[in-house]
């Protein structure tokens, strides 16, 4: 029996099954990104839990952070003494090179002013803190994780004005690993040096060695991101994610940047490879220009599989908007697009990339929820659903093929290992799309009209 009503109803105060989470989950992420850095929860036991669990259960690897334990006294005297008796436990049991502290709802509620309390604590030498104020009832996780990425532009870069690196920053957004790998490859490819703040690559994806390393050999140092100040230029994957840390360099050091989408299909992944080729002068290599010969060529291949098709869209504002741009660019048609993160921005470019398609009649929401989006396909069924794990549900109730796609997905495993991003992972993309729909046409088939050939 169905528990959602078709009729939907306008709310204003009420968010039933949200398509977000809380900012501490961005920003810890965003910490695990830099090399031996601790990530440290300022609040209660059970909100660190409860993001080391989820972060844990998508990555599918240990995802290690302590917090300042908050219990009734810290609640209402604050947590100054907590968080000073945690910060000398942390350096005596744990060592990392820096601890990246993160705000709660709690701490955020009592008026806990954290950079107060770092700039009078006995710091190690050698060692680094920084923090971020990521109240989990404003935003969302991508706020979480563009505030933790100011966070670390502001305390942790700095400009030479004598030296200038000749590097690109690539700040990737709320992405995989395998993402993340994915455009370093291509950026090397263009023979153009780089440093990606922050970078989970090597750190959420690390092998099995037989042996526990509590801070693996990938992510970004200190020194590096002390020298992002010193870049040429810095490209931020999404506006929401990415382009404040580019911002805040630019004011605090003056590297120019350049925000761009997600690199998700043929015309993000140009934009790219363009904008690189702007500000370096490099020439595009054979192996990316064989790469996109490639993907343009399955998309000629397969374009039957997707005209005409409809789809509902769901997930983080960033990798959403690209991914709208490139069914679209698949010949589908984007029905419903739906983020749970607030933010104009994310209607402004759905809207501007329908309208330069030509596609009308698509209802985006930001910030929507799940609830309205399974009204919306109740009343208007699509032929497929893009979105994370939580989607599953609609897509059960309703008989839709469901296409797993960002954060988190918590029901299927090795997805954090393999990108989404660039020419590869558009081809990736269009195998998972093409086959949620032609296993349904082939489910759906009578004996007589079962093809071999599709």
């Avoid at 990392?96 to 709660?104: E, G, Q, S």
């Avoid at 954290?114 to 935003?139: F, L, N, Q």
């Avoid at 940047?257 to 500000?279: C, H, N, R, S």
């Avoid at 985006?364 to 979105?387: A, F, T, Y």
Wanted: glycine share 10%.
């Amino acid at each position: 029996m169905s528990l959602t009503p078709k009729k939907v109803t306008e709310r204003s105060g009420l968010v039933v099954n949200p398509v977000k989470t809380c900012q501490p989950i961005g920003a810890m992420y965003a910490a695990l990104g830099i090399n031996k850095c601790l990530p440290h929860s300022h609040g209660s036991q059970g909100c660190c839990s409860f993001h080391r669990m989820h972060l844990t259960r998508h990555f599918r690897d240990p995802v290690v952070a302590t917090t300042s334990s908050f219990t009734e006294g810290a609640s209402v005297f604050g947590g100054r003494s907590n968080l000073n008796t945690s910060m000398k436990n942390i350096w005596k049991l744990y060592d990392p090179d820096v601890v990246a502290i993160n705000t709660t709802c709690l701490s955020e509620t009592i008026g806990d002013d954290v950079g107060s309390m770092v700039a009078a604590m006995d710091i190690p030498e050698g060692k680094t803190i920084i923090h971020a104020s990521t109240p989990s009832y404003v935003g969302s996780h991508i706020t979480g994780y563009s505030n933790m990425v100011q966070a670390m532009m502001k305390q942790l870069a700095q400009k030479d004005e004598e030296a200038s690196n000749d590097k690109i920053n690539l700040i990737p957004g709320f992405v995989d690993p395998g993402d993340m790998r994915e455009i370093k490859r291509i950026t090397k490819l263009m023979g153009i040096p780089f440093t990606m703040v922050p970078d989970t690559s090597g750190v959420v994806d690390s092998p099995m060695t037989g042996k526990y390393e509590m801070y693996p050999k990938g992510g970004t140092t200190v020194e590096e991101i002390k020298d992002a100040g010193n870049a040429k230029a810095t490209i931020a994957f999404g506006s929401f994610a990415s382009a404040e840390g580019a911002f805040e360099l630019e004011r605090k050091c003056g590297v120019k940047p350049y925000v761009l989408k997600t690199p998700i299909g043929v015309k993000a992944t140009d934009e790219f490879i363009m904008q690189l080729v702007k500000i370096t002068g490099e020439e595009v290599p054979y192996a990316l220009e064989e790469e996109r010969g490639q993907l343009v060529d399955i998309m000629t291949d397969t374009h039957f599989h997707f005209h005409g098709k409809t789809a509902a869209i769901f997930g983080d504002p960033d990798v959403v908007i690209a991914m709208t741009e490139f069914v679209v660019s698949l010949g589908m048609t984007p029905r419903y697009v739906v983020t749970g993160t607030p933010g104009k921005e994310f209607a402004q470019e759905i809207n501007a990339i329908l309208e330069d398609a030509g596609v009308e009649g698509t209802k985006v929401k930001g910030p929507g929820d799940l609830l309205e989006l399974h009204q919306w396909i109740k009343n208007d069924p699509v032929d497929l659903l893009i979105g994370n794990t939580y989607g599953k549900y609609i897509a059960k109730e309703e008989d839709i093929p469901l296409v797993r796609f960002g954060f988190p997905i918590l029901d299927r495993s090795v997805q954090s290992y393999l990108p989404i991003v660039g020419y590869k992972g558009a081809m990736r993309l269009i195998e998972k799309i093409s086959g949620a729909l032609l296993d349904r046409a082939d489910r759906d088939a009578t004996e007589e009209d079962l093809e071999l050939v599709m």
